[in-house]
């Protein structure tokens, strides 16, 4: 993980009191101004670190995400090799006491009737979807609407 390089807040309260002291008195005290002054200065640069801190952070953990998105992409390329093979496997077992043309013309029709299963299944499901409103919340808006209406025409208001 990224190391911030800039100060933390151990760092601020250790700062030596390098500011001119002189009209603070005998005792070697900052005035109050020089306080608010090294208190704004202090406060911009722990912001200023924290923020560098957070965006190396970020930086890291979007690389991280950009390699393993990359990988399971990896994995279903690698995935369809197999169930290509799976596919030559149930061919050539059925091959084995059917004609071979017949084999892949069973598993080619299974798997067009899994594919028109699922293509259906899709369909109801983006169905639902539409209308992409929300169609529940403005029904009980409309509802509170009229049943406000109602009350003020019941108390004479309207």
């Known amino acids: 993980m990224a190391e911030s390089t800039g100060a933390t807040a151990a760092d601020f309260s250790t700062t030596s009191t390098s500011t001119s002291t002189s009209t603070a008195g005998s005792r070697g005290e900052p005035t109050t101004s020089e306080l608010v002054t090294r ?21 890291e953990k979007a690389k991280h995400a ?5 990988l399971f ?6 995935a369809l090799y197999g169930v290509g093979a799976l596919v030559a496997t149930i061919i050539l077992a059925l091959a084995t006491f059917l004609a071979p043309w017949l084999a892949a013309l069973i598993v080619t029709v299974v798997l067009f009737a899994i594919a ?6 899709g369909k ?4 639902q979807a539409t209308p992409a409103a929300p169609q529940k919340t403005i029904d009980n808006v409309k509802r509170d609407v009229d049943t406000i209406k109602e009350g003020a025409h019941h108390d004479g208001t309207a």
Do not use: D, H
């Open 116 to 121: 028109g299963v699922v293509a259906l299944m």
């Open 124 to 127: 109801k499901q983006v169905s």
């Open 66 to 70: 950009g390699v393993g998105a990359g």
């Open 73 to 78: 992409g990896g994995a279903g390329v690698v």
């Open 39 to 59: 208190l704004t200065q202090q406060s911009t640069e722990l912001i200023r670190s924290e923020l560098r801190l957070a965006q190396a952070e970020m930086t």
